[in-house]
């Protein structure tokens, strides 16, 4: 295997047994690229494969926060936000997660009402079927192209609500309102 970090001379791996080799302590940011020749006990040697290249990607993104959720929500639906994640090297993706409880449990006996939006990046989602009269509690992670994963933030919770106020006009037979 050689590797090549496009700035230094390239580096020859003697790999001799296996598929795989691991490469250990390359730097943070650098461009490397790959290439392999495989051999046999014959001494056979093939030509080398296609070059490959990445830059390496140690560092997590920085750790969303949630725009602060008001006690109540009106309505079965919540649009829930928070701020957005910084990678030094790549595009940010959130999970997003809605939950009855505070343990964010799929095999509860709550799984119905647990919910999650999947790898999106944008800033902002909107959980619908939610139940009213329930407490709902949600939190968000981010992960950068190279899997680097953060934290969850902070819980945040909101209640569902139906707003049955309603105002009452008194309309007189002759037109007035006295």
């Not at 461009?31 to 040697?45: C, H, L, P, T, W």
């Not at 969303?64 to 309505?75: M, S, W």
């Not at 790549?90 to 919910?115: G, I, M, R």
Request: glycine share 6%.
């Amino acid at each position: 295997m050689e590797i090549t970090n496009h700035s230094t001379s390239e580096v020859t791996v003697d790999s001799s047994s296996g598929s795989h080799y691991l490469i250990e302590n390359l730097t943070h940011g650098t461009n490397y690229s790959y290439r392999v020749k495989a051999f046999d006990n014959a001494g056979n040697i093939s030509g080398w494969s296609s070059q490959e290249s990445s830059i390496q990607d140690i560092n997590k993104p920085t750790t969303p926060v949630l725009n602060p959720e008001p006690a109540q929500t009106e309505g079965t639906s919540n649009r829930i936000s928070w701020s957005g994640s910084t990678d030094d090297l790549s595009d940010v993706l959130y999970w997003v997660q809605c939950s009855p409880d505070t343990l964010f449990d799929n095999d509860s006996t709550t799984a119905e009402c647990y919910k999650e939006a999947g790898w999106i990046s944008g800033t902002a989602k909107t959980f619908d079927g939610l139940s009213l009269d329930t407490k709902y509690y949600y939190r968000v992670k981010a992960r950068d192209e190279a899997g680097n994963e953060t934290e969850w933030s902070a819980i945040d919770s909101s209640v569902q609500y139906e707003n049955t106020s309603f105002s009452t006009f008194y309309v007189s037979p002759d037109g007035s309102d006295s």
